[in-house]
Antibody, heavy 120, light 108 residues
Framework: EVQLAQSGAEVKKPGESLKISCQGS????????IAWVRQKSGKGRELMGI????????KYSPSFEGQVTISVDKSISTAYLQWSSLNASDTAIYYC??????????????WGPGTPVIVS | SSELTQDPAVSVALGQTVRITCQGD??????ANWYQQRPGQAPIVVIF???NRPSGIPDRFSGSSSGNTASLTITGALAEDEADYFC???????????FGDGTTVTVL
């Protein structure tokens, strides 16, 4: 079964650093882009960026460029999202998702369970 | 513009049909995907590429598209279909992705 497992909930203070993870299993991890998606309480989803594990090619959404760092360790099938200095506005649930590309269609499947991050 | 617009909420009587729409100029170029997210759960794809249903998704879910509008239809809604449904497509660069804000479906 194809799965994405994410690290557990985090409670941090403003100014602290954080790195959360997303580990894939059940498929060839290097072959598919992995996306990070933010969802604030009561709000819609926002794409933060995507990374291709095979060569670590990264594309950031303009709103998140310079605010977070996306990385990957393909040897352990794990993608990461990190902050060097959190602030309260980073409070949200963070999802990772695998990007599928078939015959010109692109969609996310599966999604990880989400990592809640509270900064307070 | 790469924005995708959805109605915030819709209700449907048990067993009836509900149509959810997603509007955006980018949909004239790229197809839409639809996801279901129940409270406390991860999203799952119910329609990809405008009108394709993944295996395991009931056939009461269908998708269509016309012009700048993509639609998700639930025919014969069940109580378990209560969830947030959001659309997704590529953005104007073609390399990144945008999401609609979601439509909360309530089954009465």
């Amino acid at each position: 079964e194809v799965q994405l497992a994410q690290s557990g909930a985090e409670v941090k203070k403003p100014g602290e650093s954080l790195k959360i993870s997303c580990q894939g299993s059940g498929y060839r991890f290097s072959s598919n882009w992995i996306a990070w998606v933010r969802q604030k309480s009561g709000k819609g989803r926002e794409l933060m960026g995507i990374i291709f594990p095979a060569d670590s090619d990264i594309k950031y959404s303009p709103s998140f460029e310079g605010q977070v760092t996306i990385s990957v360790d393909k040897s352990i099938s794990t993608a990461y999202l990190q902050w060097s200095s959190l602030n309260a506005s980073d409070t949200a649930i963070y999802y990772c998702a695998r990007l599928l590309m078939v015959r010109g269609n692109r969609w996310f499947d599966p999604w990880g369970p989400g990592t809640p991050v509270i900064v307070s | 513009s790469s924005e995708l617009t959805q109605d915030p909420a819709v209700s449907v009587a048990l067993g009836q049909t509900v149509r959810i729409t997603c509007q955006g100029d980018i949909l004239r170029t790229y197809s839409a995907n639809w996801y279901q997210q129940r409270p406390g759960q991860a999203p799952i794809v119910v329609i990809f590429g405008s009108n394709n249903r993944p295996s395991g998704i009931p056939d009461r879910f269908s998708g269509s598209s016309s012009g700048n509008t993509a639609s998700l239809t639930i025919t014969g809604a069940l109580a378990e279909d209560e969830a947030d449904y959001f659309c997704h497509s590529r953005d104007s660069s073609g390399d990144l992705y945008v999401f609609g804000d979601g439509t909360t479906v309530t089954v009465l």
